[in-house]
């Protein structure tokens, strides 16, 4: 077979990556440097050229789009379905795994995922059951310490608190939190995994299996797999050198998550016959991007170390834009775009926002809006999170498997049907003390007649509500049922009513859940059985990815985190300011600091044409008025490489001091000013009085300078004057 046209688009490493005979292989590359692609020219080469069959290969990717897209990308090369091929996250690949292994791994047939927010309430329910204080016993706390433990493979029987009282009660907590769990037919996120090991490690027969039948497994985005992914793909692989790994050590991002750099490291040790290929030519960012983006990075101690070089000119220098404030900034970002958009034909989903944190995206939401242009929020307020949507899912869930307390919880007096605290108390007094479900709990007490009339009537009620679903169900094509369900719980009117003024958007989000269930339909795999399970099974595995209006041309808005593996013509990387990015959290402890590094340097290998990095001096953010230095990421920037840009029209108006520094505004400071107060310096410019020390010849003054950033002062040889306002 003629192999030059799958290879001829490569340069000479990748093209042996892609070409490599048997053995592991670990690509080892910067941004950019065609890693992905080398990875998919790789699986359409294995059944190409080297007539693997389909189900032989297995390919993990980061998000599930990123899996559709492969797909999407393999068949195009091929011009042949490959529906047959495992392809997803290792979320989506467990998932498929247990779904198919249900009763081997003791599951409920129509298992369901609960997602964060569901654990976060089934935590609460846990520790009030326990009769443990949330002031002493914070539920986050008590979450992150479940996740973390199912992350490292733990289990409460594998636990030993060792006397230590306070490890004895978080063992206890997991263990009754576990136990409610399997009782209502849940799986957590962690345990998709978590569970998948364990069966494969139970069962050498069903490991047997998946080891003949994966020939070829790999792996895209290798530097942020963690502990018990890494063990899953080592167990899948066993002896069969056939572990296609790429990634890039500097884009490590999932540190905070238990994802591991060393796993790079390991698999060199774990696998001797690995072949390591470096790709070295970027083919993303022009000259002066991928300079600063190399610049950056260099800071950290802790590199493998590599090379990026790109035969790209050198191309437009990376833009700094200083904001007044934090709507400023977002205005400024907007009319740039609008510019690109109306005026150089880009189109808007070539431009791209990212931000550090979620809470930063509405404010460009709300400019982007008001300008009238289209945007896509990528984890953000997820369409599949937001209140009224799960709150349709939960009754879909129960639709689905009564035994769902999570969904149960949720939506049994929502909307309010007169099921009152005192007689759910009941239910859940008496799910555990029979150890049941809540619904058979309320069950059990209507039959035993223990509810007084009125409560036992409403709870009837609710119970038939779902059964009578769970008939029709049969019936009809789901997105009808989806359609007559929300009809029938009355949430359309409850919402309605409702006095946040929310209602009609919540009404057309529902409809809008009624399409997104028709287009899943239409989309599946028709030897999928059981459809209401594998659409929600859609919803909780994409809650982060999907937004119901994905389809319009539109700017591209999205945490550095989710960025990953994306790339855009025009970036904007936005907030960098000490305390956000780096994240206060970070900014003390130098591995962390080095995760904000790389995460900086995520972001910019973003670019491909044009690179804006902006900052804002004043920052309202949490409820908290700021006035943050510039963060130190921009110095890192080599100074020829970046241009300072002014926003062309847009008044620098001062706000009142005494509004803005509540609380504090006002106080004196050293020297007769007061803190709020702006001053002029002939050197600095203007800025903010932030705190003062010292007195007399000593004291120091700090004030935060619209250009410079915060700067400490002696009083005494300042020059400083009081300016404007
Ligand atoms: N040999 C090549 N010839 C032309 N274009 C290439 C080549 N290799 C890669 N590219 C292009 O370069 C860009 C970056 O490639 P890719 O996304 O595969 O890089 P990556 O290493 O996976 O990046 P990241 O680390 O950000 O995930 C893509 O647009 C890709 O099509
Ligand atoms: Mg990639």
């Not at 895209?220 to 502990?227: G, I, K």
């Not at 200083?322 to 989903?349: K, L, M, P």
Request: include cysteine; charge should be negative; hydrophobic fraction near 40%.
């Amino acid at each position: 077979m003629d192999v030059t046209p799958l290879l001829d688009s490569l340069n000479e490493p990748q093209r042996q990556a892609v070409s490599a005979d048997s053995g592991n292989l670990l690509v080892l590359a910067g941004a950019g440097s065609g890693k992905t692609r080398v990875l998919v020219y790789r699986i359409a080469w294995l059944l190409q050229v080297a007539q693997v069959p389909q189900w032989g290969i297995l390919a993990v990717t980061f998000t599930n789009k990123a899996a559709r897209e492969m797909r999407g990308r393999i068949e195009e090369m091929l011009g042949t379905p490959v529906g047959g091929m495992w392809v997803g996250t290792f979320h989506g690949l467990t998932h498929r795994f247990l779904r198919a292994h249900w009763q081997d791994a003791k599951l409920p047939q129509h298992f369901q995922i609960m997602d964060a927010d569901d654990q976060f309430r089934s935590i609460k329910r846990t520790l009030k059951a326990m009769q443990l204080d949330e002031s002493r016993w914070p539920p986050r706390q008590v979450q992150g310490f479940i996740n973390k433990q199912k992350d490292e493979g733990l289990r409460p029987s594998h636990l030993d608190p060792a006397g230590d009282f306070y490890m004895e009660k978080m063992v206890e907590v997991y263990r009754e939190y576990e136990s409610a769990r399997i009782q209502a037919g849940l799986l957590d996120f962690a345990d998709l995994l978590l569970s998948s090991l364990e069966l494969l490690r139970e069962r050498p027969d069903i490991l047997h299996h998946y080891q003949q039948r994966f020939r070829h497994i790999l792996v895209d985005e290798f530097q942020d797999t963690n502990a018990i992914q890494y063990a899953w793909l080592r167990l899948l692989s066993g002896n069969n050198d056939n572990l296609f790994a790429v990634g890039d050590d500097d884009q490590s991002i999932y540190g905070w998550r238990g994802a591991r750099v060393e796993n790079i490291q390991s698999f060199q040790q774990d696998y001797p016959n690995t072949r390591t290929v470096r790709l070295e030519q970027n083919y993303r960012s022009t000259g002066n991007i991928l300079a600063a983006a190399n610049a950056l990075i260099a800071n950290n101690p802790t590199r493998l170390g590599k090379n990026l070089w790109t035969d790209d000119s050198d191309g437009e220098p990376i833009r700094r834009y200083t904001a007044f404030n934090e709507v400023e900034e977002s205005r400024f970002v907007v009319e740039r775009i609008r510019g690109f958009v109306q005026n150089e034909g880009y189109r808007r989903d070539e431009c791209a926002i990212l931000y550090r944190t979620t809470a930063q995206s509405r404010l460009f939401e709300e400019s982007l809006m008001q300008a009238g242009i289209p945007y896509r929020v990528y984890g953000g307020l997820r369409f599949f999170e937001r209140a009224e949507i799960r709150d349709a899912l939960a009754y879909l869930r129960l639709v689905s498997n009564p035994d769902d307390d999570a969904a149960f919880e949720r939506v049994v007096n929502t909307p309010t049907r007169g099921i009152g605290e005192r007689t759910l108390e009941m239910v859940r007094q008496q799910s555990r003390e029979s150890r049941v479900s809540l619904w058979r709990a309320a069950e059990d007490l209507i039959r035993t007649s223990a509810l007084g009339p009125r409560a036992s009537g409403a709870v009837r009620r609710f119970l038939d509500l779902i059964l009578e679903q769970r008939r029709i169900d049969a019936e009809l094509d789901l997105a009808e049922t989806v359609n007559r369900l929300i009809q029938a719980t009355g949430l359309p009117d409850f919402y309605l009513k409702s006095k946040d003024g929310k209602g009609q958007d919540r009404i057309e989000n529902l409809e809008q859940l009624v399409d997104t269930v028709a287009r899943f339909e239409q989309d599946l795999d028709p030897e999928e059985g059981d459809i209401l399970g594998a659409f929600l099974a859609h919803a909780a595995l994409e809650a982060g990815e999907t937004q119901a209006d994905a389809y319009e041309d539109s700017v591209q808005l999205m945490t550095l985190h989710s960025a990953k593996g994306l790339e855009f013509p025009i970036v904007f990387l936005v907030g960098l300011e000490e305390g956000l990015f780096p994240h206060s959290l970070s900014a003390e402890d130098p591995e962390r600091l080095e995760e904000e590094r790389r995460l900086c340097y995520v972001g910019m290998t973003r670019a491909m044409q044009q690179l804006f990095v902006t900052h804002a001096e004043n920052r309202r953010l949490y409820g908290r008025e700021d006035y943050p230095a510039p963060s130190r990421f921009l110095r890192e920037l080599p100074p020829d490489l970046v241009e300072e840009v002014r926003a062309a029209g847009v008044a620098r108006r001062h706000p009142a001091p005494a509004a803005k520094m509540a609380g504090k505004a006002g106080a004196a400071a050293a020297g007769g000013y007061q803190l709020g107060q702006h001053v002029r310096h002939p050197k600095f410019g203007e800025g903010v009085v932030l705190s003062s020390e010292g007195s007399g010849t000593n004291a120091r003054i700090q004030v935060n300078f619209r250009e410079v950033g915060a700067k400490w002062l002696v009083l005494a040889y300042a020059r400083l004057e009081p300016a404007g306002s």
